[in-house]
Nanobody
Framework: QVQLVESGGGSVQAGGSLRLSCATS????????MAWFRQVPGKEREFVGA????????YYADSAKGRFTISRDNAKNTMYLQMNSLKPEDTAVYYC??????????????WGQGTQVTVSS
């Protein structure tokens, strides 16, 4: 079992920045690809980006490229999502997940509880 806990969400004005954290624990947590997804009410959960188990590779949704950066520190059992130049359309609940290297929600077995990000114009 892997446990995931997100933190760092909040409210920010457009153009601002936030850094989300995802603390991991449990068996072999550091061996999984980790990812960030987001969801707004009434819509499907949307892929934001992912990072391989050793941080060697990352990839991002088009909406995140150039503005968001994913990193991880396995010594601290934590993954991060640095979000810059935030837009109102980035408003969502952000979830971290652990699983296989994919943009599909179906490839991730473990999920955090989510953290709200609100960007005002």
């Amino acid at each position: 079992q892997v446990q995931l806990v997100e933190s760092g969400g909040g409210s920010v004005q457009a153009g601002g920045s936030l850094r989300l954290s995802c603390a991991t624990s449990g068996r072999a947590a550091s061996s999984y690809t980790m990812a960030w997804f987001r969801q707004v009410p009434g819509k499907e959960r949307e892929f934001v980006g992912a990072i391989t188990w050793n941080g060697g590779s990352t990839y991002y949704a088009d909406s995140a490229k150039g503005r968001f950066t994913i990193s991880r520190d396995n010594a601290k059992n934590t993954m991060y999502l640095q979000m810059n130049s935030l837009k109102p359309e980035d408003t969502a609940v952000y979830y971290c997940a652990a699983g296989a290297y994919s943009s599909s929600v179906n490839m991730y077995s473990y999920w955090g509880q989510g953290t709200q990000v609100t960007v005002s114009s």
